[in-house]
C-alpha cells in the first residue's frame, strides 16, 4: 500500500511539473501580496514590506521542510521563489497609490487567490511529505501546516493574533479535509490529474463558501472576572 503510494506521489510530481511549478509560483504571488498587505497596515517602511512579503511567500514551504528534515530550505536552492515573493511586495507599494488595489479588494480577488495559494500549497505539501516516508496522518498535518504557515508567520510578525486560530472561518479546517482528500485519492486506480485537482478545488470552495456565507468554527468565550484562579 505505502510503495502505491508513494508511487502515486510521484507520479503527480512527473505528470503535472510544468503547471505544478507554474501554480506555486501564483500561490507565491499571493502570499506576498497578503504580506505586503499586512505591512502597509502596520505602516512598515520598504523593508519591513520585503521581510513580510517574502516571509509569508516562502514560510509554509520552509516549516515544511524543517519539519521534514529537508535542509537547506527549498528557497536557499531555488531562490528565485524569494525573489518573486520580494519583487511582488514591493510591487504592492506604488499599485496602492491606484485605484488597482481597491478594485482588487472590492472583487475580493485577493481573498480568493489566498485560498487558492493556501488549497495548492497543502497539496503539495502533504505530497512532498509522503515522498520523504510520512504516513498519512503526518503527512496530512504537514500539509496543513505548509497551507496555513505563511499566514501565521504574516499574523505574527504584524503583531496579530494569526487569522486561522480566530477568524471563526473554516481555514485550517479546509486545509485538514483537502489534505485528508488528497490521501484518500492516492489510489493506483485514480489518474494523478483527479488526484491532484479535486482537493484543491474541495479547499477552495469550502475556503470561498466560508467566505462568502460566513461559515466557520464556534468561537470560545470566557466572560470576564471568570478566568481560573490558581489556588496553590
Do not use: C, H
Amino acid at each position: 500500500m505505502l510503495s502505491a503510494v508513494l508511487a502515486a506521489g510521484d507520479t503527480v510530481s512527473t505528470t503535472l511539473g510544468v503547471v505544478q511549478t507554474v501554480l506555486e509560483y501564483l500561490g507565491t504571488v499571493a502570499f506576498a501580496v497578503s504580506g505586503a498587505f499586512a505591512a502597509g497596515r502596520k505602516q512598515m517602511d520598504l523593508v519591513g514590506v520585503v521581510v513580510l512579503g517574502s516571509a509569508v511567500a516562502v514560510g509554509g514551504g520552509t516549516v515544511r521542510d524543517l519539519l521534514l528534515g529537508e535542509l537547506p530550505v527549498f528557497w536557499v536552492t531555488e531562490p528565485t521563489f524569494l525573489l518573486v515573493g520580494a519583487a511582488t511586495a514591493l510591487a504592492v507599494v506604488p499599485l496602492a497609490r491606484t485605484r488597482t488595489l481597491d478594485l482588487l479588494q472590492r472583487l475580493r480577488i485577493i481573498e480568493v487567490s489566498d485560498a487558492a495559494g493556501m488549497a495548492l500549497f497543502v497539496v503539495i505539501g502533504t505530497n512532498v511529505a509522503i515522498d520523504s516516508g510520512a504516513d498519512g496522518v503526518s503527512a496530512a498535518v504537514v500539509g496543513v501546516v505548509a497551507g496555513v504557515g505563511g499566514g501565521v508567520i504574516r499574523d505574527v510578525l504584524a503583531n496579530r493574533l494569526p487569522e486561522v486560530l480566530s477568524n471563526a472561518q473554516f481555514y485550517a479546517t479546509a486545509a485538514l479535509v483537502g489534505a485528508a482528500a488528497y490521501l484518500g485519492l492516492l489510489q493506483p486506480d485514480v489518474p494523478a490529474e483527479v488526484a491532484f485537482w479535486v482537493p484543491i478545488v474541495i479547499i477552495l470552495a469550502i475556503r470561498l463558501l466560508a467566505l462568502r456565507l460566513g461559515w466557520g468554527m464556534p468561537t470560545f468565550t470566557v466572560p470576564d472576572g471568570r478566568e481560573p484562579r490558581n489556588r496553590s
